[in-house]
Each structure stands twice: as C-alpha cells, then as structure tokens.
C-alpha cells in the first residue's frame, strides 16, 4: 500500500492490479486454511477458527483501504479532466444557446387564459341554473297552495291532503336531487378542463 501512494500515474494501475492479485490470491489461501481448520483437533479448532477469521478481517480491511484509494483516485482525475476542460474552453459572447423558447410559454398561457374563461362560464351557467331553480320553486309553491285551497273547497279528506303534502315533500328531495346533480357535473367538467 506504501508503493501505491508513492506511485506515479503511468504505474498507479500497475501497481493496484498487484495488489488485487495479492489479495484475490489470499483470499483463495485462507479459504483452504478454513477447511483445514475445520478438521483440526475439537480442542484448537476454536482456536484455529478465531486465528483464519482474524486473517480474513486483516485483508478485507486492505481490500477496502484499496478501492477507498482507487475512489479518491477516480475523483481526483476527474477533477483534472474538468479543471482542464473548463480552462481549455473557448467563450464566445452571444452563442445561440442565449435564446429563450417564448412560443411554449404563450401557448401554455393562452391556454390557461381560455380554460379560465371558461370555467368563468361554467360558474355563470350555473348561477343562472340556481336562480331558475329558485324561481320555478316559487311558481310550484303557490301552484301547491292553490291547488290545496281547491282541494279543501271540493271537500277533499284529510288524509288524501296529507298524502298530496306527502308527495309534494318528496318532489322536493327529486328537485335538490336534481340541483346537487347539476353541481356536480359542473364540477367535473371544471376539475377535468383544469
């Protein structure tokens, strides 16, 4: 390891290539040395096993002093190849990089300006939906209050004028139905052109 930071940069790979060799070589001997190990007598097998695991700690130890060294090595030559790059470049002073893209960016806003107007109409439509709703409520409320007031003059019981308010009490639930319906699907169609 003393020769590799010592080394110039012709040799430096040389030289990293002998110890990979040396180490990829220890590793072979030290598994032969576990199976030996493996067959020595139960009362120094501990022992034998503690001394080849040792062993194997001291090399992987050196294997990653190794590529820690090979790392700073790489960064090092790429900031070389960089500082050179960077010194060796010519500037000029207007490249056609210089240009900015404005069609997209029109595009996008002219865009965004037509789905603003119209959700705008969306909302319009809408209100004017509410305010017909309002107003056909009212036209059936005072329909609903003649036509019971013609229902008591015709002597009607009252158990049918109960099962006309009934009725009238559940075409409300059909006309909210029918507004929520209509929200909802202006809703969606704001949700899907945003």
Known sequence: MGRLETADKQSVHLVENE???S???????LE??????SKEPPNKRQNAKLRVDQLKYDVQH??????NFQHRRHAREQQERQREELLSRTFTTNDSDTTIPMDESLQFNSSL????????????????ILDGLRNQR??????QK?????????????TVMRLIEKRAFQDKYFMIGGMLVTLTVMFLVVHYLT
């Open 138 to 143: 009212l036209t059936l409320k005072g329909t």
């Open 23 to 29: 180490i990829d070589q220890i590793f072979s001997c």
């Open 32 to 37: 032969r040395l576990e199976i030996l190990s």
């Open 19 to 21: 110890i990979q060799a």
């Open 146 to 158: 003649k036509i019971l007031d013609i229902a008591n003059m015709l002597g009607l019981s009252n």
């Open 62 to 67: 050196l294997q990653t002093a190794l590529r």
């Open 113 to 128: 300006q037509k789905i603003h107007h119209g959700v705008d109409d969306l909302i319009l439509d809408g209100h004017n």
